[in-house]
Structure formats: C-alpha cells, structure tokens
C-alpha cells in the first residue's frame, strides 16, 4: 500500500511526496528496498518492522517514475503489493512505483 502527502518543493520546483511502502512477510528478519531512486543499494534504505511480520518505509520523491524491489534476507523479490511490473535483465521483474506531482 502506498499512501502520497505533499513535501517541500526542491530547487527545480517539482514538489516530492512521501510515499509509503509497506510489505508483510512473517518470518523476514531484514527488508530494505533498492532502485532507480537509491542507484540499486540495498542497505541504503532498510524497512522499519512494525511487529508482526510488518515492515513499512516512508521515502521522500520527486515526480516521476520509478523501479524496486524488495530485498527480503538477501533474496531480491517484486513487491507482491504492486501491480505494474517491468521484466528486467535478470529474468526477474521490477516494481513500477509512479510519483505524482502535487497540485
């Protein structure tokens, strides 16, 4: 589930929005997620656990359209929540993560 709320504007004067990204996986004991937005890093953007098998992460975006995946204990995954996938060159898929600008 994602959820968008305005932010500031950056210099270009396209305003980023927070988007939420959530993920439920029981047994995980680390998710972080990796993409476009992060150059594919992993470690940069680690998930908060909720409890529960819960873990959320709130990302700060400028418009445009991006591509992730989760990494749950080392293994690369789509998200399972989103629906728009791209193939890419591993023979896995990416997630499609659009941000819209504000109005």
């Given amino acids: 589930m994602k959820n ?3 932010s500031k504007k950056n210099k270009s004067g396209r305003e980023p ?3 939420r990204i959530e993920f439920h996986a029981e047994q995980a004991q680390a998710v972080s997620i990796a993409g476009t937005f992060n150059d594919w890093h992993p470690q940069a953007t680690p998930m ?3 409890g529960e098998g819960r873990w959320v992460k709130e990302l700060v975006l400028p418009p445009g359209r991006y591509e992730y995946r989760l990494v749950v204990d080392g293994e690369w995954l789509c998200d399972p929540a989103e629906t728009e996938k791209v193939p890419n060159p591993f023979g896995g ?3 499609i993560l659009i941000v819209r600008g504000g109005a």
């Fill in 48 to 50: 908060n656990p909720l």
């Fill in 93 to 95: 898929c990416n997630s």
């Fill in 4 to 6: 968008t709320t305005k």
């Fill in 17 to 19: 929005q927070k988007i």
